[in-house]
C-alpha cells in the first residue's frame, strides 16, 4: 500500500495542523526534529492531571497505586514493542541525549587510557559530545568511522579500526541530518567479535520502522518518545540486562535507594536503579499512547506511505534548478537535506517561513557531516506519516519562487 | 542625518510595501547592494555569535565617527546587517550608545525573526554599541 486509505482522518487527530502561519496554512516538514502530537496523547497527559494524579511506587493510597500500574504498564508496552528479554531492560529517562549521558557516564568505570571508542561521522552532537567528555576523563582515544559521497558509513574502514583495545561503539541507527539508514546487525557483529559493547541511537529510527532488540543483539538502544508523536521529555532507554547491573547509577535519588544510612547506601534493582527521583509520569503513560497510536496504524503502512512520501519528493525537489541533495544512500528514512545553489539555508528557510512551511535550515546538530560536504548547512525537509504529496507539491512551489528570489 | 531621522526614513520605505513577500524582496536587494567588509577584516575576531548565518563587522574611528563595515554569507542577514549600518554608521559613539534602536519593531522585523535569530540579531546590536563604547573611551 502506497497510500494511507485514512489519511484525512488521520490528519484530524492532530490538531495542530490547522494552524495558520503568517496567513497560510501550516506545512510542517520538520518531523525530523519533532513530530505532531495526536489528540489521543494530548488528552492522556490531560486525564493524568485530572484523574491519576500521585506520585508512584510509594504510596498505599489507591491513586498512587493506579498511577503506579499505568506506568508499569508502559514499561511492558516497550518492553513488548522492542522484544526486550524483560521490562526492566526498559529504562525511562528524559529524552535520547539523558539516556546517553547515562551510559557514557558510566562507561567511566570501565575505561582507562589504553582503551578505544568508535563513533561515526553521521552522528548528532548528542552522540559525539557525552563521549569526549567520558574521553578526557578517562584518557580513552575516540576513532571515527569515515562516510562516503552519498552518506553511507564505510564498514571496511570499520572493521579495520576495531582491536581488542575498543570497548564501545556508538552509531545512529538512521543519521537525522541525512536520513541514511546504518547497518547496524553488521556493526554490532563487527563489534562484539572483539568483544565491544554497542548503543544505538535509535532516535530517528523509531517512529519510521519496528526496532527488535534481541533480535539485533544490541546492548543498548536509546529513542526519544517526541519523535514518534509523544511529548517532549521522555526518553526510553533499553539495555541488556547484564549491562544495566554493570553500570554505576546516573543519579543518586529517591526511587533508586534499597536502604539508606549515613554510613552506605544500597541501590536498589532495575530499572528504578536508574530512575531516580520522580519520573514525567504522565509523559511516560502518553508515550505509551503515542506508541499505541502508531501501532494501529502500523509500522508497515507507516514505511509504505513514508517511502512513496520520500520518492515522490525527491523527484519533485530534482526537477528545481540548482538543487543538490545530501545524503544519497539507498536505504533512507523520509528525510530529504539539500540546498539550492550557492543560496544560504537560512536565507531560503526565512523566505518559506513566511509561506507557512516549517523546515529546519542549519547544521542539524552534525557539524561534522557539514565539515564533510564543506558546506554551512542545509535545508532539510523530513516527512510523517500525516504529510500528502500536496503539501510537498506547495514546497516546491515555494522553493521556486524563493529560489527566484534569492537568485 | 541623525539616527532617530535615519531610523524614520527606513520606517517610511517599509511602510509603501504591503506583503511580507515584498519586505523581504526589499531586504534581499539591500542585501545585495551593501558595500562590504574588506576580506582582510572578515576575521574570526570579528564574526557575531549567535547568528545561523555568518556575520562579520568591523568598526574604524574617523574624525570622530564611527564607521561600520559588515557581511554575512546570507543574504537576508545581509539586507537587515545593511540597515543596521545605515543607522549607526557615520555617528558620533556617545550617539550611537544613547540611541534607542526602535525602527526593528515598527518595520515588523523583530516577529518575523524567530529567537534563534532575534539572538543573532541583539547580539549584532549589542557589539555595534560595545564599538561605541570602547572609541568613547578611547577619546
Redesign the interface.
Known sequence: MNVLKNIDSIRKDFPILNTSI?GNKLIYLDNAATSQTPNCVINSISDYYKNLNSNIHRGVHSLSQMATEKYEDTRKKFKSHFNAKSSSEIIFTSGTTHSINLVSSGFSKFLNIDDEIIVSQLEHHSNIVPWQMLCEKTGAKMKVIPMNNIGELDLNEFSKMLSAKTKVVFVNHVSNALGTVNDIEEIIRLSHSVGAAVLIDGAQAVPHFNVDVTKLDVDFYVCSAHKFCGPTGVGILYGKEEWLNKLPPYQGGGEMIDEVSFEKTTYSELPNKFEAGTPNIAGVIASGIALDYINNIGLGNIKDYEDHLLNYATEKLLEIEGLKIYGESKDKTSVISFNIKN??P??IG??I??LGIAVR??HHCAQPIMDFFNI??TIRVSFCFYNTTGEIDTLVDALKKAST??S | MKIKDIQDEIVGEFDIFET??DK??YL?ELGKSVPVIDEINKTDDNIIKGC???VWLHAEQDEGVIRFYADS?????KGIVSLLIRTFSNQKPEDIINASLDFIDKIGLRQ?L?PN?ANGLNNMIKKIKFYAIAFSKSN
Open positions: 503568517n543560496i544560504h537560512y536565507d526565512s523566505l517561513d513566511n535550515t542549519g554551512p548547512g528570489m534569492l | 511580507w513577500m523581504y524582496e534581499i545561523q548565518s555568518k554569507d546570507a543574504i537576508i542577514t518575523h524567530s535569530r
